[in-house]
């Protein structure tokens, strides 16, 4: 599905950020980290940040003691992965695209 839409990055930026963080620590561990652009270490960076945001988001939605602060961090962080993905997914050759 190379060609989403920004509603839809924005609705699978949880799987689309896992299996992005997951690939890139793939990489790392099998020595590949030269082959890493910059363009992928920022995008990795957005994702982890957005999943960590999640995170803590879920854990006090759990318990009802999600602050305002932490829902706008998540959004941003989601905002600002999808953006990023978006952007990097459009300059890959398609072969390599993975969603």
Known sequence: M??????????RAYELAQRFV???DRNMAADNAASLTDESKAVYENARRY???KEVADNHRQFDRLTEG????ETATKRAFAEAYRDFKSNVPPVF???
């Open 70 to 73: 932490e829902a706008a961090k």
């Open 22 to 24: 997951s690939d890139f």
């Open 51 to 53: 999943l960590e945001a």
């Open 2 to 11: 190379p060609n989403m839409t920004e509603s839809e990055y924005l609705e």
């Open 97 to 99: 695209h993975r969603e």
